[in-house]
């Protein structure tokens, strides 16, 4: 049976009060569920649960049809059927990658995935059946475009807390990769003249605003530049347009609606690797770690040359306490295929640094070291590397050698104020306080220096305020 594309609306329900009405509006409707998988407890809230309706191309409900969410592997199948106003319900699914799958006769299937899925996560995916032998729209189609969005930009404040979340070096990191991603609007894909996506006046129009917007922007006036970047992904959603607006938010601290624009924007432009970046930054802003990591890995899987993915996925574990074991394999990919490239080596240090065993861990120790030491071979400026170095060193209490690692950090990257922090840290141990309490004071200075760098920032780029309506959020996909 020939697949047709499936048309997805997928929403996460936020807050006690709106999960509260959706148990009130679908429990009457749900239909009695099959086993749950793997001999779970029915409706076991510690697990997974998906649900959403089922519609035909012409957005009615269609009932009795059979939805199947299949993991991964092939070992797990939960199947529910809608009921008559095409909803269906599936629960207790353990965490896991899977595919959802809506099956009609008379229908071409509607399906989505892959479909990660976390502990105690409720996820609404709609899908859409279309009659059997509809001939698949051509490339060059008009794409559906999102109901209105649930979000209204309505002015900026100036504020120092520019979103974030955590401690200050993840918050920092957040600022970060939000200007980033900005930057690779910058680069590619700003249409200078009607998109082949719609053509004609339509397009010409939103190339207009698309002009204005960055007019708007390079006058000072973030608020009428997100509301043209707005009407020109209207006009015309093409995958510039909707990257550069959702790129515009997320810039200005708008984490909630940047995270709706780019989630739509990869609905409907599945093989934009920029796309699942910034769902990736989005979800770092919010806080989601492991799904940053899934969205910024799947982006490096459409085309594992790409540099830029492993970039971004790079400066998030360098941020982060604990590595994950996803972002460990994607940044040893990276350096396996970048073999000369000094970050490439270093990304992969430092994922394979934080998940070592211990002190004891000795393959760990000498392969995080090779890594290191190639890295600073191929760029004897990344700072950041030799900081590293040092830190590995001082772990096996090698003094002297964390103390030349810590001075050549400060030599390639005088102001890399943890190096500093450090040296003093390893001055201390070894019994010249002089010494110590000279890097510490450095260290401070430095620390003062950087925060109001970053307050003057901040206050350069100013956060907008926007309104959220009553409608649920929008999930990724």
């Known amino acids: 049976m020939m697949l047709a594309s499936a048309h997805l609306t997928v929403r996460s329900v936020a807050g006690t009060a709106a999960r509260s009405m959706t148990v009130v509006l679908l429990m009457p409707l749900a239909l009695l569920l099959p086993g749950p998988l793997a001999g779970q407890a029915p409706s076991d809230p510690s697990l997974a649960r998906v649900e959403g309706t089922v519609r035909n191309a012409e957005k009615r409900p269609v009932p009795g049809a059979t939805v199947c969410l299949e993991s991964a592997d092939g070992r797990r199948t939960l199947t529910a059927h809608t009921n008559p106003d095409g909803v269906y319900r599936l629960s207790s699914i353990p965490e896991g990658s899977y595919r959802l799958r809506a099956q009609m006769p008379g229908y071409s299937d509607g399906v989505f995935g892959p479909l990660v899925l976390k502990k105690e996560e409720l996820r609404k995916i ?46 920092r990191t957040t600022e970060t990769l939000a200007g980033d991603t900005a930057s690779l609007g910058a680069d590619a894909g700003k249409p200078a003249s009607p998109s082949a996506t719609t053509g ?43 990257f550069d607006w959702g790129a515009e938010l997320l810039r200005h601290g708008a984490v909630e609606p940047a995270f709706e624009v780019f989630a739509k924007g990869n609905r409907l ?15 770092y802003a919010r ?45 040893s990919r990276y350096a396996r295929l970048h073999p000369d490239s000094p970050e490439a080596n270093y990304y992969c ?74 040296l003093a840290q390893a001055y201390r141990q070894k019994g010249e306080t002089g010494k110590a309490q000279q ?39």
């Not at 950041?384 to 964390?402: F, H, S």
């Not at 220096?449 to 999930?475: N, W």
């Open 200 to 242: 004609g006046p339509t397009a010409s129009e939103a190339v207009a605003h698309h002009r204005a917007a960055e007019r708007e922007e390079a006058q000072g006036r973030p608020v009428e530049a997100e509301h043209e970047y707005q009407r020109a992904a209207e006009l015309d959603p093409s995958e510039a347009n909707l």
């Open 349 to 422: 240090a430092v994922s394979v640094w934080k998940l070592r065993r211990g002190p004891e861990d000795r393959d760990t120790f000498v392969r995080v070291e090779s890594l290191l030491e190639k890295a600073v071979r191929l760029d004897p400026k990344l700072g950041p590397a030799y900081l590293q170095l040092g830190i590995l060193y001082a772990e096996r209490q090698d003094l002297p050698k964390a103390i030349s690692a810590y001075e050549s950090a400060i030599s390639a990257t005088p102001r890399l104020a943890q190096a500093h922090y450090r």
């Open 126 to 171: 709609d899908l859409t059946v279309a009659p059997a032998g509809m001939a698949k729209a051509p490339a060059s189609a008009e794409p559906e475009w999102f109901d209105e969005p649930r979000f209204t930009v309505a002015g900026v404040s100036d504020t120092t807390n520019l979103g974030g979340h955590g401690a200050d070096t993840v918050r």
């Open 287 to 331: 806080g989601s770690y492991d799904q940053a990591v899934d969205h910024l890995r799947a982006a490096s899987d459409l085309n594992p040359d790409n540099p830029v993915p492993y970039q971004f996925l790079g400066k998030i574990e360098v941020a982060e306490a604990a590595a994950s074991r996803d972002g460990e394999e994607t940044l």
């Open 269 to 283: 432009y599945p093989r934009s690797s920029r796309m699942l970046v910034g769902l990736g930054v989005t979800l």
């Open 439 to 477: 890097e510490l004071q450095r260290y401070q200075r430095i620390s003062r220096e950087a925060d109001e760098q970053i307050v003057r920032e901040r206050r350069e780029i100013q956060q907008f305020v926007y309104t959220l309506r009553d409608k649920p959020a929008t999930s990724p996909p």
